[in-house]
């Protein structure tokens, strides 16, 4: 069996009963969620246009000028331009800041709830997928008014594949 115990115990071997080491933790799991609540922007604002996830860079709903990568930084560049495309100085929505800092602070809880509750890592990504599809599915359904097939089928795929691929979380051996 893939799975052991000792996955249970990682929190103590990464060393997070030290300070400094939660600080570093918390602060890159807290950039990376932010980074991932950005990719669920494009998701919210592209998927129930029917538009492509891969094809087109980042641009500026407004003048269509493609987004610089350094005006594309989670949290910051908001903060930064004061929420304003640098071209046209339209006003961008503050869904964009909202959805980045939900992510970023809900990714970052559950990876404390996780270590603080000695629960496996698979419990973590677990966490992560479902506020991933939980975020964006609430946040189209409230400014749309419907939930896409796109994230409803791959949620739902999401979950089965969790299920069985990581069967400890539902305090299983194995699938079988």
């Not at 071997?13 to 950039?31: D, K, L, T």
């Not at 939980?134 to 097939?149: N, Q």
Request: glycine share 8%; charged share 10%.
């Amino acid at each position: 069996i893939w799975y052991h115990q000792a996955d249970q115990n990682w929190f103590s071997q990464w060393g997070m009963g030290y300070p400094g080491v939660w600080i570093v933790v918390i602060f890159w799991i807290f950039a990376f969620a932010a980074c991932i609540g950005s990719f669920l922007n494009v998701c919210i604002w592209r998927i129930p246009r029917g538009e492509s996830l891969s094809q087109a860079a980042s641009h500026c709903g407004s003048c269509n000028t493609p987004i610089k990568w350094y005006d594309n930084l989670p949290l910051i560049s908001y903060i930064v331009l004061g929420g304003k495309c640098r071209s046209c100085k339209q006003h961008y929505s503050m869904r964009y800041f909202i959805v980045e800092l939900i992510c970023a602070i809900l990714f970052t809880a559950a990876v404390l709830s996780a270590g603080l509750h000695q629960f496996s890592r698979a419990y973590i990504l677990l966490s992560w997928i479902a506020i991933f599809y939980a975020v964006g599915i609430s946040w189209i359904d409230a400014e749309y008014r419907l939930i896409p097939d796109k994230m409803s089928y791959s949620c739902a795929i999401a979950g089965l594949l969790t299920v069985g691929f990581f069967p400890e979380v539902w305090g299983e051996q194995t699938l079988w």
